[in-house]
């Protein structure tokens, strides 16, 4: 994915290591209560290995850096609030950490979950 080349070697960056950035900033948000697959045969594997990037898509073309979350809304909570704050959050972890320009945080609200059912 990213390259960089120093003088005493290359530095590649894998799609992993941006995912696992990105799902650690998401949790990390307000409002989010997890992540959710992106489709039903991503959810049946995450059922049997816990993979710590589930949620989380990355596309790097050489030129731009996409990044897809699929999270789950605290009920009650502001859910464009919480989504611009996850894109917020997510870039600038991502940005801060790797050095590559994000061009696009799309956040895609998969439900809504009730934590305090009084």
């Known amino acids: ?9 290359s530095i ?3 799609p992993n290591a ?3 950035i990105a799902y650690h900033a998401t949790l990390q948000s307000y409002g989010v209560v997890g992540l959710a697959p992106k489709n039903l045969a991503e959810g049946i594997a995450a059922t049997i ?17 996409d990044i897809d979350i699929y999270v ?4 009650g909570t502001r859910i464009s609030s919480v989504a611009q704050s996850v894109a917020n959050a997510v870039r600038y972890h991502v940005e801060k950490t790797i050095g590559l320009h994000v061009h696009q945080v799309n956040v ?3 439900g809504l979950r009730v934590s305090n059912p009084d």
């Open 1 to 9: 994915m990213g390259q960089e080349k120093t003088t005493l070697g």
């Open 12 to 14: 590649h960056i894998a």
């Open 18 to 20: 941006v995912a696992t």
């Open 49 to 65: 290995t816990r993979e710590p990037t589930r949620g989380v898509g990355v596309r790097f073309d050489g030129e731009t850096l």
């Open 72 to 75: 789950i809304v605290e009920y």
């Open 108 to 110: 895609h609200v998969q």
